[in-house]
């Protein structure tokens, strides 16, 4: 009797010293469930249905998937030139990202200075205000065309207007926005150890060398983490092509989240919209487990 009531008394001291924890991750929880899940779900259903918004969802069952793959023609476009897109723009981003972090592994005076200004443009990069100089610099008239005539280019190239150069002025804004890449690249350059530069030198090995048989294999656990955060946000990338082309000319930079969003709100196919969101959640899946699945065969741990 007297060790139940030890033990009662212990298992409420236990739960009055979690209580502030939970009080803490409350508003996340919260916030997590009415912001994330209940809209997922809401979301799942209505992919189901014939939903405009404005009228009660009819359930349809799976109609609008059997629409997406038989009979959307633009879907097929649309994921071409949303995965033509992220295919080039997130190799270019992850080794811009890497040369730049090689650059400031220096610790200088201005160190701090060149970090900020080079993580810049991943905060204003997707901004609506960025956007729009982007599209007036591409213009036929814009800046890029007279810094080509000023160096004796005789160049009047409409970049935005022609289906082969549009969707290159897009990737080369996503490849500008290297910023986040380039910290989390320096973070795992520090933790190379010195020693084993000291004792490739000793050695005999040269720069490549050293890059491509110390930098490089220890810095796979890195290369992994950003090509994942940065597949994930390619395959979202919306704002380029909402505020520079508008998916023109010809749909040629119609980004699959642009496309989303006109289906849902301009033609007022909620439901329809909802299918598309939940095809791309499957295949973003999809192609991070196949990254997991294959981090064997190239990604080095230490622990390993």
Same mark, same amino acid.
């Given at each position: 009797? *007297?060790?139940?009531?030890?033990?009662?008394?212990?298992?409420?001291?236990?739960?009055?010293?979690?209580?502030?924890?939970?009080?803490?991750?409350?508003?996340?929880?919260?916030?997590?469930?009415?912001?994330?899940?209940?809209?997922?779900?809401?979301?799942?259903?209505?992919?189901?249905t014939q939903y405009d918004i404005y009228n009660p969802p009819q359930w349809i069952g799976v109609q609008?998937?059997?629409?997406?793959?038989?009979?959307?023609?633009?879907? *097929?476009?649309?994921?071409?030139?949303? /995965?033509? +897109?992220?295919?080039?723009?997130?190799?270019?981003?992850?080794?811009?990202?890497?040369?730049?972090?090689?650059?400031?592994?220096?610790?200088?005076?201005?160190?701090?200075?060149?970090?900020?200004?080079?993580?810049?443009?991943?905060?204003?990069?997707? @901004?609506?205000?960025?956007?729009?100089?982007?599209?007036?610099?591409?213009?036929?008239?814009?800046?890029?065309?007279?810094?080509?005539?000023?160096?004796?280019?005789?160049?009047?190239?409409?970049?935005?207007? !022609?289906?082969?150069?549009?969707?290159?002025?897009?990737?080369?804004?996503?490849?500008?926005? &290297?910023?986040?890449?380039?910290?989390?690249?320096?973070?795992?350059?520090?933790?190379?150890?010195?020693?084993?530069?000291? @004792?490739?030198?000793?050695?005999?090995?040269?720069?490549? !060398?050293?890059?491509?048989?110390?930098?490089?294999?220890?810095?796979?656990?890195?290369?992994?983490?950003?090509?994942?955060?940065?597949?994930?946000?390619?395959?979202?990338?919306?704002?380029? @092509?909402?505020?520079?082309? !508008?998916?023109?000319?010809?749909?040629?930079?119609? &980004? +699959?989240?642009? +496309?989303?969003?006109?289906? @849902?709100?301009?033609?007022? *196919?909620?439901?329809?919209?909802?299918?598309?969101?939940?095809?791309?959640?499957?295949?973003?899946?999809?192609?991070?487990?196949?990254? /997991?699945?294959?981090? *064997?065969?190239?990604?080095?741990?230490?622990?390993?």
């Amino acid at each position: 009797m *007297k060790e139940k009531k030890v033990r009662e008394r212990r298992h409420r001291t236990i739960g009055n010293q979690n209580v502030p924890g939970y009080l803490f991750i409350a508003p996340f929880i919260i916030g997590f469930s009415c912001f994330t899940i209940i809209p997922m779900l809401m979301s799942l259903y209505y992919s189901f249905t014939q939903y405009d918004i404005y009228n009660p969802p009819q359930w349809i069952g799976v109609q609008n998937y059997i629409t997406m793959f038989t009979s959307d023609a633009l879907f *097929k476009k649309v994921f071409g030139v949303t /995965f033509r +897109y992220v295919i080039f723009a997130v190799p270019l981003r992850l080794a811009m990202a890497l040369m730049i972090a090689m650059l400031l592994l220096r610790n200088t005076k201005l160190s701090g200075f060149y970090r900020a200004a080079y993580y810049l443009p991943s905060v204003i990069g997707a @901004s609506v205000a960025v956007a729009l100089l982007w599209r007036r610099m591409w213009s036929k008239d814009g800046v890029v065309n007279l810094l080509m005539q000023a160096v004796g280019i005789n160049s009047t190239v409409p970049w935005l207007g !022609q289906e082969s150069t549009a969707i290159w002025t897009l990737i080369i804004l996503a490849v500008w926005q &290297f910023g986040s890449s380039m910290l989390i690249f320096l973070s795992g350059l520090k933790q190379i150890p010195v020693a084993l530069y000291e @004792s490739a030198t000793i050695d005999g090995a040269n720069g490549p !060398q050293r890059f491509f048989k110390i930098t490089l294999p220890m810095l796979t656990p890195t290369i992994f983490f950003n090509l994942i955060n940065q597949l994930i946000s390619g395959f979202m990338a919306f704002t380029q @092509s909402y505020i520079i082309t !508008q998916g023109k000319p010809r749909n040629s930079t119609l &980004f +699959y989240a642009y +496309y989303m969003y006109q289906n @849902s709100f301009q033609f007022s *196919k909620m439901g329809y919209g909802c299918a598309l969101a939940w095809i791309m959640v499957l295949f973003v899946g999809l192609l991070t487990f196949v990254l /997991f699945r294959t981090q *064997k065969l190239w990604v080095y741990y230490e622990t390993e």
